[in-house]
C-alpha cells in the first residue's frame, strides 16, 4: 500500500468533519465521499452518530462500499423511509449531498435545469431537499467546482431553501435553517460570513484563493492568512480503505489525483 | 365473505379516464407492475398520477397515459434519472407538480385522515410553491402565529400496490425491508388494488405469525391479483431483486425515436404470462439477485 493519499481521500477526511461533536443525530453521506466521510466521522471522533445500511437498517458498524463478501450487517435498530421523515422533520439529521447547483444563499438544486415550466434538462426532482434544508443541519460535497455548479443569481430551482430573505414568506419560520459545511475538491467552505455569506474556510494543499474565485459565481468571503486543509492520518487511511474494499473512490475525480501535489505526498502522522 | 380475486384486466376496467391514481412502492422498488403493464396495453388515459415514480412513471409517460404527474422524484436507482421521464418532461408532455418526498407523503395523509390539508414548513421558501400555484399557507392560530403550508390533502381515486402474500378476503402482507408509503397510499384511495407473489385462501391459517406485516386493513382492499413476478423490472424483496439487465435495455430505448414503439413491440403486445416468459420466465424473475445499496 502506498504511504501517499489521493485528494479523494483527503476530501473524504475534510467531509467528515462536519459531523464532528453533532451529537446522536442520523448521518446521512449520500454518494461515496459523503457516505465515507459519514462512516469515518462514526469510526473516529463522533462514535454516538447513527448510520444506516443504505436501506433500512440502524447499524453501529458502518457497512463497506460495494460488494460486501463475508460482511453482513447487524441490525441496530429500523429506519424505514417513513420514519426517516420523521426523523427528519424532528431535526436530528444531518445530511450532505451533491447538488446540481448552489447559489450564494445556499440555495440548492436537484430538480432541473432551465425553466421549471419546460425544463432544459429533467433532473431526479426535488427529492428531500425542501424538508432536509428546512429542518436539519445540511452540508454539500462538490467534486468540480465550477461556476456551473456555483451560479451567479440563483440556482434554476430552488430545492434546498437557503439565506435568501426574498424567498421567505412573512411569518414563516426560518429557525431549523443550519447550512453548515461544502467540500470541494479545491476547498471547504462554510457560511460564517456577513449575514450567512460563504466563506472560504480551507484551501486543500497546492490551491489558490485566486483559483477557487475563478471558480465560483459569486464573491466569497475569505479570512487571512488561509489554514490549508488537513492531511488524513495513517489511522484514518486505514479505516477508509478498509470501508471502501474495491476503491470506489478512486472514481470519484477526474484522473485520481494525488492529494498533495506540491510535494511527495505523505500521511501526516 | 366476499371473494376480492380479480385478474390485472378486471382491475383496469374498474378504472376511468382521467381518474387520479397511486402507485406504491420507491423508485426502482415494489412497482405493481403487472398492473401497471394492464393498463399500458389498455385505452385508459388522462391520468393524474402520484408516486414515488420509477419505471410505474416512465412507461406511462412514455405510452401517454398521465396528464398530470405528482412526485418527488422519479427515478430507477441504479440509473439516477428516469429517462422516459425525463424525455417526456422536457417536451412538456405532461402537467408537472413536483413535490418534495416527505411532502407527498404528508398529502397522502391528510387524505388518509380526511382532513383538507395538514400543516408543515416543508416546502416554503422553495420552488415547490411556484410548481404548485395552487398551494396555500396558514397561520397557527395559537401564539406562535407561525406561517407554514397547508398541504392539500392527495386524494386519490384508486391506488396500486404489490405486496408478497395476499388473500381472497383481502388480507396482505408486505415481507421486504421497507413497506415505502404503500400503507398511506391505500388509506388516501378510494379504492386499492394489491397485486401479490402468491395468492391463498387464509393468510391467518397460513402465515398468522407474519401478522405484523401486514400493513393495511382488508376493509382498504377493493381486490386481489395474483401476479408472481408481478413486480419486475423492479425488487420485491426478500422475493427478488431488480432486473438491471433489463433497466438498462428499456432505458437505452428512450435514446431511440420509436424506442417504445420496440419496447411496446417486444414486450407488452401478449398478455402477462407472455411478458414473463419474454423475460425469461418466472424461475428467472425469482432468482433475481436483491442489490447491495
Redesign the interface.
Known amino acids: 500500500m502506498s504511504a501517499g493519499f489521493t485528494l479523494a481521500e483527503l476530501l473524504i477526511v475534510a467531509a467528515s468533519e462536519a459531523w464532528r461533536g453533532n451529537g446522536e443525530v442520523l448521518a446521512s453521506g449520500i454518494g461515496i465521499v459523503p457516505r465515507l466521510g459519514a462512516s469515518l466521522a462514526k469510526l473516529t471522533h463522533s462514535p454516538e452518530l447513527l448510520l444506516t ?5 440502524l447499524v453501529e458498524e458502518p457497512v463497506p462500499l ?3 463478501g463475508e460482511f453482513r450487517p447487524r441490525a441496530a435498530g429500523y429506519l ?3 420514519r426517516v ?1 420523521d426523523c ?2 424532528a431535526g436530528r439529521r444531518h445530511a450532505m449531498i451533491t447538488p446540481v447547483q448552489i447559489d450564494r444563499f445556499g440555495q440548492t438544486n436537484l ?2 435545469i432551465g425553466e ?1 415550466a ?14 432536509n ?3 436539519h443541519p445540511n452540508s454539500m460535497f462538490v467534486p468540480s467546482h465550477s461556476r456551473r455548479v456555483f451560479v451567479a443569481g440563483e440556482v434554476d ?5 437557503g439565506y ?1 430573505p426574498r ?8 429557525r ?1 435553517l443550519d447550512l453548515r459545511y461544502i467540500v470541494t475538491e479545491l476547498c471547504v467552505m462554510d457560511f460564517g460570513g456577513h449575514d450567512h455569506a460563504i466563506r472560504v474556510r480551507s484551501l486543500h494543499p497546492g490551491v489558490t484563493l485566486a483559483a477557487v474565485e475563478a471558480a465560483t459565481g459569486f464573491p466569497l468571503e475569505a479570512p487571512t492568512p488561509l489554514a490549508t486543509t488537513a492531511a488524513p492520518t495513517r489511522e484514518q487511511l486505514e479505516i477508509i480503505r478498509r470501508l471502501d474494499p474495491h476503491d470506489l473512490r478512486a472514481s470519484v475525480l477526474k484522473g485520481n489525483p494525488p492529494g498533495s501535489p506540491a510535494r511527495s505526498a505523505a500521511p501526516s502522522a | 365473505m366476499p371473494d376480492k380475486t380479480l385478474t390485472a384486466a378486471g382491475v383496469v376496467s374498474a378504472l376511468r379516464d382521467g381518474m387520479t391514481l397511486g402507485i406504491g412502492g420507491w423508485g426502482a422498488r415494489r412497482k405493481p407492475m403487472a398492473l401497471v403493464r394492464a393498463i399500458l396495453r389498455s385505452s385508459l388515459k388522462d391520468l393524474t398520477v402520484v408516486a414515488y415514480g420509477g419505471p410505474d412513471v416512465g412507461m406511462l409517460c412514455a405510452a401517454g397515459k398521465v396528464r398530470r404527474l405528482i412526485y418527488g422524484f422519479v427515478s430507477l436507482d441504479a440509473i439516477a434519472v428516469e429517462p422516459w421521464f425525463r424525455r417526456a418532461r422536457e417536451a412538456g408532455a405532461f402537467e408537472a407538480r413536483e413535490l418534495d418526498e416527505g411532502l407527498l407523503q404528508w398529502g397522502l395523509r391528510a387524505a388518509a385522515m380526511r382532513v383538507p390539508f395538514l400543516p408543515t414548513r416543508v416546502g416554503l421558501a422553495s420552488d415547490v410553491m411556484t410548481m404548485n400555484p395552487e398551494f396555500r399557507t396558514v397561520r397557527s392560530p395559537y401564539e406562535d402565529a407561525e406561517v407554514l403550508l397547508a398541504m392539500p390533502a392527495l386524494h386519490l381515486d384508486a391506488a396500486l400496490i404489490h405486496v408478497d402474500r395476499a388473500d381472497r378476503l383481502g388480507n396482505v402482507q408486505t415481507l421486504g425491508p421497507d413497506p415505502y408509503f404503500d400503507e398511506l397510499f391505500a388509506r388516501a384511495a378510494t379504492r386499492c388494488y394489491a397485486s401479490c407473489e402468491s395468492l391463498g385462501e387464509r393468510l391467518d391459517l397460513a402465515h398468522g405469525e407474519d401478522a405484523r406485516c401486514n400493513l393495511i386493513e382488508r376493509s382498504h382492499i377493493s381486490g386481489v391479483v395474483a401476479a408472481p413476478g408481478g413486480a419486475h423490472p423492479t425488487s420485491a424483496p426478500p422475493a427478488y431483486g431488480w432486473d438491471l439487465e433489463h433497466l438498462k435495455a428499456y432505458a437505452a430505448l428512450a435514446a431511440e425515436e420509436h424506442g417504445w414503439q420496440s419496447y411496446t413491440r417486444q414486450y407488452l403486445a401478449g398478455d402477462e404470462r407472455e411478458y414473463l416468459e419474454r423475460v425469461g420466465g418466472v424461475a428467472r424473475v425469482g432468482a433475481l439477485p436483491l442489490p447491495v445499496l
Request: charged share 15%; hydrophobic share 40%.
Open positions: 445500511d443504505g436501506e433500512a437498517l460495494g460488494e460486501r424505514p423511509y417513513a421523515f427528519v422533520w430538480s432541473a421549471h419546460r425544463p432544459k434538462v429533467q433532473m431526479l426532482g426535488m427529492r428531500g431537499l425542501p424538508g434544508s428546512i429542518s430551482v430552488v430545492g434546498g431553501v435568501n424567498r421567505w414568506p412573512p411569518g414563516a419560520s426560518a431549523h
